[in-house]
Nanobody
Framework: QVQLVESGGGSVQAGGSLRLSCAAS????????LGWFRQAPGMERSFVAS????????RYADSVKGRFSISANNAANTVVLHMNNLKPEDTAVYYC????????????????WGQGTQVTVSS
């Protein structure tokens, strides 16, 4: 059973930076994609970024391109989301997710989820 544990997050002013980490355990043999999604109050969960655990094939939502970057450490089974130039509209609970589907970006394609971590950006 895959377990995902997020860390990082917190509160920052607009223009600031935060770093989210996700540690995965219980991964069996196979190619995994790890991703980040976010959900603001009253909104649906939306895709932020994803990457293969091998470190290739990073993908981003248009709203975060040029500001966020995702990286993977295959040996440690961790994924990091670097968030720069944060905006108030980035405020949400951020979730780490895992799937065996390469290049996945839809929430429905991810079958393992972390508990989420809050990111709050004030203006």
């Amino acid at each position: 059973q895959v377990q995902l544990v997020e860390s990082g997050g917190g509160s920052v002013q607009a223009g600031g930076s935060l770093r989210l980490s996700c540690a995965a355990s219980g991964l069996s043999f196979g190619v995994y994609t790890l991703g980040w999604f976010r959900q603001a109050p009253g909104m649906e969960r939306s895709f932020v970024a994803s990457i293969a655990l091998s470190g290739f094939g990073d993908r981003y939502a248009d709203s975060v391109k040029g500001r966020f970057s995702i990286s993977a450490n295959n040996a440690a089974n961790t994924v990091v989301l670097h968030m720069n130039n944060l905006k108030p509209e980035d405020t949400a609970v951020y979730y780490c997710a895992a799937t065996g589907f390469a290049g996945a970006s839809r929430a429905v394609d991810f079958d393992s989820w972390g508990q989420g971590t809050q990111v709050t950006v004030s203006s």
